[in-house]
Every structure is written in C-alpha cells, then in structure tokens.
C-alpha cells in the first residue's frame, strides 16, 4: 500500500476544517518563497497555516526559516503529514469557540 499524497492529505484536512466553519485558503506569496502552503481562519478570528508534506517528508531549510519568521510574530505554523494529525489540530481551534 502506498502513502497518501501530499495533495491528498491536504484535500482531505482542509475538507474537515471548512466543515467545521473555517475558512481555508491556498496560500502563495509571489514576493517571498517557502510561505507555508495553506491559510486557515477560525470563526474566532485566530490564522494558523499548515505546511503539508507526504508522510514522512520534512520543510526544507527555507520553509523552516519561513516559519520561523511567522512565529515570530506570533502566527501559528504547523506542518502535517498524517490526516487525522491535521484534523486533531483543526479540532483545538475549534474548541476555542465553545
């Protein structure tokens, strides 16, 4: 059996979260590479992005400088390469709000 696919991994969580009243935005920057491939936006106003990657697939030295920057100011960065992982974390943003 082969791993799921970044795409698919993707598809999949950002399902979840729009289903759980986020909005989810594929996210480019074409001013500044290695930006954290997807935007999300609780109905409590918080943004995180996640980086998603194929299981087992880290960022690499510029996504992680990248979301480092971004931490910085205190925006939350995650990477993800498992679905359930992904959805555990849409589910404690979504916590928020009860």
Same mark, same amino acid.
Not at 3 to 28: C, H, N, W
Not at 43 to 69: C, D, N, W
């Given at each position: ?16 979260? %729009? ?49 480092? %920057?971004? %931490? ?24 928020? %709000?009860?």
């Amino acid at each position: 059996m082969s791993l799921p696919l970044e795409k698919d991994i993707e598809s999949k969580v950002k399902a979840y979260a %729009r289903d759980q009243g986020m909005l989810t935005y594929k996210f480019t920057s074409p001013a500044r590479a290695a930006v954290p491939d997807d935007m999300f936006i609780c109905t409590t106003g918080k943004v995180m992005f996640i980086e998603f990657k194929r299981k087992g697939k880290v960022p690499t030295p510029a996504q992680l400088r990248e979301h480092e %920057r971004l %931490r910085g100011h205190r925006i939350a960065v995650y990477v993800v390469d498992d679905v359930e992982e992904g959805k555990k974390i849409i589910d404690s943003y979504t916590a928020m %709000r009860k």
